[in-house]
């Protein structure tokens, strides 16, 4: 993985300090072409991965990085999903049912799913599972997509409900449908190493938060220090500012003094505050090549 990956809560209206910012973010990049301004900004400061959910957006950047692959014959994505607003939004205007034929790839995988409604009437939560995260990644086909992650909102809550099964279906089928490798997004660091290591998933990708003030950090800030030093992870450090509440360079500073943190995943809204990010982060790190 990349030091450096680009993130897009920025780019709709996520902001953890500020709903005031949060709303005018999301006004601003309404426009797909101010999307892709910030991207091609990232893009030619050398950070090249774009770790971003499966919005609907996404599926129109895609569409431009594939029509144009000399431009952007660096770039990769990290998919991040489910898009649990999306979903929920569908369960609400179509119910369950619905909600599946809205994000199936097409009538006849949709009915093969749910033949007799066979698959719901079973609970084939494994079936069901595989053609959703198909569904998802079918927006990035002929795309470099060598992490996908499953979002914070799913990985807590089945770590609430106990449901370990769950990450071993995503898990292999990642590998064996995708040939990349699983991600965890997590609000939960130690609880969810205890149980990827207890399924035998070893040395897995998890992003969680990681910041000096321990700000969105359940457990306390001294389980997560724990956690690098001692767990066999490969850890990818998201709000290392705290939304703000740390000043940049003492941010990274920190972060990058920590040990076994792989990445750092950010979002910024302009190309000073990207490159500033990255001089940052050479200044802390090895030089992160071009």
């Known amino acids: 993985m990349d030091r450096l990956l680009f993130g897009d809560n920025q780019f709709f209206g996520v902001n953890h300090m500020s709903e005031e910012k949060a709303r005018s973010q999301q006004m601003r990049f309404q426009d797909l072409g101010a999307i892709m301004q910030v991207l091609d900004a990232a893009y030619d400061e050398g950070v090249t991965t774009f770790m971003c959910t499966t919005h609907d957006r996404v599926a129109e950047i895609c569409d431009l990085v594939r029509a144009d692959q000399d431009r952007y014959a660096r770039m990769e994505f990290f998919p991040c999903m489910p898009y649990a607003h999306k979903y929920a939004n569908a369960m609400t205007e179509d119910g369950p049912l619905g909600a599946l ?21 079973s609970k084939d939560i494994d079936g069901i599972t595989r053609l959703l995260i198909d569904a998802e990644m079918s927006m990035f086909r002929g795309l470099r997509t060598p ?71 359940p457990g306390g800030l001294e389980a997560y220090e724990n956690a690098l030093r001692d767990r066999r992870f490969r850890a990818i450090a998201m709000s290392v500012f705290a939304s703000g509440a740390i000043p940049p360079e003492e941010a990274i500073d920190w972060v990058c003094a920590q040990p076994n943190i792989e990445s750092i995943v950010f979002g910024a809204s302009s190309r000073r505050n990207i490159a500033s990010t990255r001089s940052l982060v050479e200044k802390s790190w090895a030089p992160v090549p071009r």
């Open 101 to 121: 034929r809205r994000f199936l790839p097409d009538q006849s995988v949709f009915s093969a799913a749910l033949t007799g409604t066979k698959s719901l009437a």
């Open 147 to 217: 992490v996908v992650f499953l979002q914070n909102v799913v990985v807590d809550l089945l770590l609430g409900l106990g449901f370990d099964e769950a990450f071993v279906i995503f898990a292999d089928h990642v590998r064996r449908q995708y040939d990349a490798e699983p991600g965890f997004i997590t609000m939960n660091l130690p609880r969810l190493l205890d149980t990827l290591e207890r399924l035998g998933i070893d040395n897995p990708i998890v992003c969680s938060n990681i910041n000096k003030i321990g700000f969105r950090m």
